[in-house]
């Protein structure tokens, strides 16, 4: 038994003690890998679902682990298998750092993969359906219910450049890894995080309340409720950032104000039509100006709030 008598005996009994390196596989659904066995990027194992076994014997595990992990792993619906690699000095912190590198993977799939929150596609490890079939089993006399977390897939293989590859992608990583991040990168993330999470949503309303927070993590220059002058502000701001022209500056200034008002509306309880026109819209929008955060030269120099306004005013009166 160690005797602790100070912090820096502490410090240095846990200093002694060597980083191990530990492989956690997680299965991901709605994806499947048609052209490959697996596929690897950066830390990021891709395993196809029928290669899983001879994968995990190919790692060289202990037997008995092999046939625990395929049995645990197993599955009918479509899915794909991940594997990533953490570093720690015990179980417990490897598997705290796993749980936070498989829901930034997840985000990063969601934001990149997914332009909208239908349920015809759920991809990713979370929350995946309208109504969860985790544990639920259906029979009667002679028939057994078989019940999918998924409704479809998609093959990955023709998106892993573009997932992994692409300027936005490497972007999208290298932004959401991160340590240190100023002010306007840290309200980049959050909108990043807050689409993502828009596209698992399935009420249309929480969704597009989602889609303008990612929006007003980004733009909105001050905390607290949503105002007239705010919402001005917001839509001059998208305007310009994503409008080249003056006419086109003008429309987009006009359809955000227009979907602020149905924000305003579900905010308050009162929407009751249906908006998925308008909710595929403010999707779109929001995910253009996020790219155009995260690969714009000018927009990618801006540092905070005041730099962003300094440079839209610069753009109406040059």
Not at 88 to 115: G, P, S, V
Not at 263 to 277: D, Y
Not at 286 to 299: E, M, P, Q, R, S
Request: one cysteine or more; charged letters at 30%.
């Amino acid at each position: 038994m160690n005797e602790f008598n100070d912090f820096n005996s502490i410090v240095k009994h846990y200093g002694k003690k060597p980083i191990k390196e530990f492989d956690f596989i997680k299965v991901s659904y709605g994806m499947t890998i048609d052209s490959a066995d697996f596929i690897e990027y950066r830390d990021i194992t891709l395993i196809k679902k029928d290669f899983i076994e001879e994968f995990l014997n190919k790692n060289r595990l202990d037997n008995e682990i092999v046939s625990h992990f395929y049995n645990k792993l197993k599955t009918n619906d479509d899915v794909i298998y991940m594997k990533i690699k953490c570093s720690a000095k015990d179980e417990d912190k490897a598997q705290e750092y796993a749980i936070q590198r498989f829901k930034l993977i997840d985000t990063c799939f969601r934001f990149l993969l997914k332009n909208d929150n239908s349920d015809r596609l759920r991809i990713g490890f979370y929350n995946l359906n309208h109504e969860s079939t985790s544990g639920m089993y259906g029979y009667n006399n002679n028939t057994f219910v078989s019940l999918s977390e998924i409704k479809s897939s998609v093959s990955i293989d023709k998106f892993v450049n573009y997932l992994f590859e692409s300027d936005l992608s490497k972007r999208v990583w290298d932004l959401m890894e991160k340590q240190y991040l100023n002010d306007m990168e840290t309200r980049v993330k959050e909108a990043i995080i807050c689409i993502s999470e828009a596209t698992h949503q399935n009420d249309d309303g929480i969704a597009y309340m989602q889609c303008f927070l990612a929006l007003e993590a980004i733009l909105m220059e001050q905390d607290g409720f949503i105002n007239k002058s705010i919402t001005a502000q917001i839509s001059e701001y998208v305007a310009f950032i994503i409008g080249k022209e003056r006419n086109e500056r003008i429309s987009f200034e006009k359809e955000i104000k227009d979907l602020y008002t149905i924000r305003s509306s579900i905010a308050h309880g009162k929407n009751k039509k249906v908006i998925s026109q308008e909710l595929e819209r403010i999707f779109i929008i929001v995910k253009i100006i996020i790219a155009k955060f995260l690969t714009d030269k000018k927009l990618m120099s801006i540092r905070n709030v005041k730099e962003l306004r300094a440079h839209i005013t610069d753009l109406k009166f040059k």
